[in-house]
């Protein structure tokens, strides 16, 4: 009699749960689809259109906001800026952040823990703490202002999640490959780019994006360091203050849109990583 009681509510339990996930996925999904929909409605929609009540579902297709920012004065130099440091961060963060997340993983060396630790701690500090003698050391150093020097502080935003996300990367992969190669003649280097690194390249991929992401939208140190040289973010804190409704969802669709292409383009490592097929 148990046994055919336990026969009938496993069914049961397996449709309920099958219900619970599909309706976590919908939730989910509408979490982070909606609000993008109705960005791309209000950005492709008049000025009447945006301020009225109750809002279409159907975009209007007028282009006036997004045509208003193309030939705005500045914002096509702050988008190469976004690019640019992005992109440096991006480098510098996974060039500093890949050999450090190794070395957690493959030598023991004393206060290896609380090393990982200070790593965290680094994200303690508040950056608006940080601001003022970050200003004068930049000014005395010539980096005020440029590109380079705003990516340097972007990085220091991205290397603790390059090093813990490298070090978890590189403690999945058995030291027993590494000692494979040295026995066929190659050394502690050619074993890491030839046998390592293929194995892990999507996990690196995945911490540049973050690093990317970072870049993108960080706005506080952007506009306290820059002053010529905005990046998109300070750019358009700067110019959409008090602009009108329409323009501030025109400029937070420029400011999404860049960010989603990027990882659109490079989703296959991030299936690759999570164990998905290549699509």
């Known amino acids: 009699m148990t046994d055919v009681t336990a026969d009938a509510v496993a069914p049961d339990a397996r449709r309920a749960g099958r219900i619970v996930y599909g309706a976590t996925v919908v939730f989910l999904c509408a979490w982070v689809l909606v609000p993008l929909y109705f960005l791309l409605i209000n950005t492709l929609s008049s000025p009447q259109a945006v301020n009225a009540f109750p809002k279409s579902f159907i975009p209007a297709f007028d282009l006036g906001s997004l045509t208003f920012f193309a030939n705005f004065s500045g914002m096509l130099n702050a988008l190469k800026n976004s690019v640019i440091v992005a992109a440096m961060t991006m480098v510098m963060s996974i060039v500093i952040g890949a050999p450090a997340g190794y070395a957690l ?77 040295w026995t066929l003649g190659c050394t502690r280097l050619t074993a890491f780019t030839k046998v390592v690194l293929p194995l892990i390249l999507p996990g690196i991929t995945a911490s540049a994006i973050f690093a990317f992401v970072i870049s993108w939208n960080e706005v506080f140190a952007a506009a306290v360091l820059t002053i010529e040289n905005r990046t998109l973010t300070a750019f358009l804190l700067q110019t959409l203050g008090e602009a009108p409704l329409h323009l501030k969802f025109a400029g937070g669709f420029i400011l999404v849109v860049p960010a989603l292409i990027f990882i659109f383009a490079v989703r296959k490592y991030l299936f690759a990583m999570w164990g998905i097929a290549n699509r």
């Open 105 to 181: 993983s493959r030598f023991d060396f004393r206060g290896k823990e609380l090393f990982r630790l200070l790593i965290l701690l680094t994200r303690a500090f508040p950056l608006p703490l940080l601001a003022l003698p970050l200003a004068v050391l930049f000014i005395r150093t010539g980096l005020d202002d440029t590109a380079f020097g705003l990516a340097l502080v972007h990085t220091t935003l991205a290397i603790p999640f390059a090093v813990l996300i490298t070090y978890s990367l590189f403690s999945g992969i058995p030291i027993e490959l590494e000692e494979a190669a």
